[in-house]
């Protein structure tokens, strides 16, 4: 089943087409990397797929029912955490799950206990300070916690790590991970790692339109540069296989990026793989690594935005 | 429904938590009591302070007209104050956007902001009320007049009506600043628009000149029907433009 789709969405400012013409598919149950660089749009497009912003054209659809700006009837099968929450900071983080759970009319002992596994999961167990003296990983913790206290279907986290210090990213990031699987999880960023480590399936924005969606796996075989590192003592054998190497039809480019370290571009890895040895092998070079290079997702995404 | 009940929970919760609870209850409570004790001896405190000249003997209607006209001059300008950022200071804070992606209506935000103010409001007017009829009822030989009621009645209607332009002004305010503007203004501006002739004692800033004039005897009490029937109407439709106003926003 797909829980968020959109069809030509659009989303104009004068004649500066913030979103423009953006079809999306997310899949239930996973956890959908949306990136692009700042200004790309991803927050404007996650404002209309909660109904918060008009779209200027398009349509939306949330588990199969139609979004409507400021309608409230999608609120049920959703959870949104912002980049930068913001809580009412007299509450303290029970009060203020417990308050959100009564805007969804949950009942008052199975909300007591929703909220207790919530502060649970995001580490703010037995935390009953108010709100205001939380550090901005508390607030983003927290923020997660309210986004699930309806047992939303989608949760939308909109740049969830980029105001966080790393250890406030690693504790977001390990929440997240642990809903793979639970909850359809639509997550903004413009850290790349952190799509790498837990999204199942990305999409890359740029200027409002889809540049590529895919599994991680699917582009790093699309993307794949194929390069290979190789490493060794500097001897006059190691140049020598160097300028050798430099000769090759299946080199595309060479870059030496440390003493005794080089980077090999090929257009064919299996061909590369085998000649390589063979080359090192015959100039008797003494040999410290030899790793085949797998494309990063920062590498694709300057590829992609950069087309 | 439940969901704008949690929400007017939550209101006046941050009533009290933000300390709002004391402020205004507070002044009120000063208008309250100062009133009368200044009507009672105006000619021994003008004396004290070395001003060489008297005031005719007081009555116990001093003690409300000077009520009402400290009333209006600093009550309502806190009151305003206070409640200028109770819609846009959400929207800059950000807090907004949680509570309206959750099952919480648009219509139920604003309205749940305008009743809790509006009781608070009340409350504390209330008390203030029984303080000054009881000082006067402690300090004149009188203390009730056949209008007294329908003058505090006016007054409190009048109350509503700043919030409601507080309300939408803090609606369609970008920043705080905005917000303070357009109550500040709207407090200072009613009063000069009834004084527009043959209009003006229609509308809405008339009524805060009608309470005191209804008790001094310059207006009968059917005076305050039209301004009366026309603030309420105005309370609702600006009610209907804030909340018409909130829901064209994109957040």
Redesign the interface.
Known sequence: MIAVETYKLTKAFGSYNAVDGLDLKVPEGEIYGFLGPNGAGKTTTIKMLLGLSKPTSGEIKICGKDVTFGSVRNRIDIGFLPDVPSFYDWMKPKEFLMFCGKIFSIESRQLNEKADNLLELVGLTGVNKKIKGFSRGMKQRLGIAQALINNPKVVFLDEPTSALDPIGRKDVMDIIEKLSGKVTVFFSTHILSDVERICDRVVIIDKGKMLIEDTIPNLRQKYSSHGIEIEAEETESYREFLTDLSNQKWIDRMEKTEEGKVKVLVNNIKDAQLNITRMLGARNVELRKFIILEPSLEDIFLKVVSK | M??GF??FK?EMR?IV??QKIFILPALFLFVAFSSPLASKYINEILKMVGVDATFPEPKFTDSYLQFFKNFNSMCFFIMVLSFMGIVVDERV???M??????????TQFIFSKFISVVLFYTASYFVSVVGCIYYTYLLFPNYYHENLFLSFFIFWIYGVFIISVTVLGSTISKTHMMSGIIGIGALLGFPLIAMIPRVGKYTPGKLSELSTKIISGTNQASDTIIPLAVTAIAVCVIMFLSVFAF?RQ??
Do not use: H, Q
């Open positions: 439940m969901a949690e929400f939550k941050e938590k933000t804070r950000g807090s956007v949680i509570a309206l992606t959750k099952r919480l209506s648009r829901k994109e957040i």
